[in-house]
T-cell receptor, first 115, second 114 residues
Framework: AQSVAQPEDQVNVAEGNPLTVKCTYS??????LFWYVQYPNRGLQFLLK??????LVKGSYGFEAEFNKSQTSFHLKKPSALVSDSALYFC?????????????FGQGTTLQVKP | ETGVTQSPTHLIKTRGQQVTLRCSSQ?????VSWYQQALGQGPQFIFQ???????GRGNFPPRFSGLQFPNYSSELNVNALELDDSALYLC?????????????FGPGTRLTVL
């Protein structure tokens, strides 16, 4: 069965420090990979996606993600965290061969950035 | 360019009732997907509509049904509501039914079933 795992319910970092939010997946083939962020009482906002090519993907608000095929991981990173980055982050995958846009989401990781 | 909008924002229903949620897709998008997000969980795919036809369905019973209109807006209908249907319902629009295109999400409708 296809699945996405975000092993940490919460990640705490100090403002200005680098952050990593982890994501691993179990999907047949080479899926498309996405990161979304959700602020309180808001829908999901797209951050970045991996389609093919360079394993390091750059996205919105200074975020980037590193694709590692051998470890089936797609960790979200940012060199210097801001308090305003505090939110709920979701990793998602889509079957490359499917004809629907079905996204399979992880459980989410709460990022808390403290001043 | 307007984003994805959903109505209503909040809704309270009782068990056994029926509910209709509405979604207007982002300008130029022809595909709408619906997701259910229970408290503390990631969104779960309900179904997708592409050019007014259902194009894929997740593991949800038939009492969850939908429509897409010629202007690509969409409705999600849930019959015979159960307590476990309490959740945030998210609508997402995209250009095309699959592939590399990201989905753009609306703010959601919070449904509470008492």
């Amino acid at each position: 069965a296809q699945s996405v795992a975000q092993p940490e319910d919460q990640v705490n970092v100090a403002e200005g420090n680098p952050l990593t939010v982890k994501c691993t997946y179990s999907v047949s083939g080479n899926p498309y990979l996405f990161w979304y962020v959700q602020y309180p009482n808001r829908g999901l906002q797209f951050l970045l996606k991996y389609i093919t090519g360079d394993n390091l993907v750059k996205g919105s608000y200074g975020f980037e993600a590193e694709f590692n095929k051998s470890q089936t991981s797609f960790h979200l990173k940012k060199p210097s965290a801001l308090v305003s980055d505090s939110a709920l982050y979701f990793c998602a995958v889509r079957d490359r061969g499917g004809n629907t846009g079905k996204l399979i989401f992880g459980q989410g990781t709460t990022l808390q950035v403290k001043p | 360019e307007t984003g994805v909008t959903q109505s209503p924002t909040h809704l309270i229903k009782t068990r056994g009732q029926q509910v209709t949620l509405r979604c207007s897709s982002q300008s130029g998008h022809n595909t709408v997907s619906w997701y259910q997000q229970a408290l503390g969980q990631g969104p779960q795919f309900i179904f997708q509509y592409y050019r007014e036809e259902e194009n894929g369905r997740g593991n949800f019973p038939p009492r969850f049904s939908g429509l897409q209109f010629p202007n690509y807006s969409s409705e999600l209908n849930v019959n015979a509501l159960e307590l476990d249907d309490s959740a945030l319902y998210l609508c997402a629009s995209s250009l095309g039914s699959g592939g590399v295109n990201e989905q753009f999400f609306g703010p959601g409708t919070r449904l509470t079933v008492l």
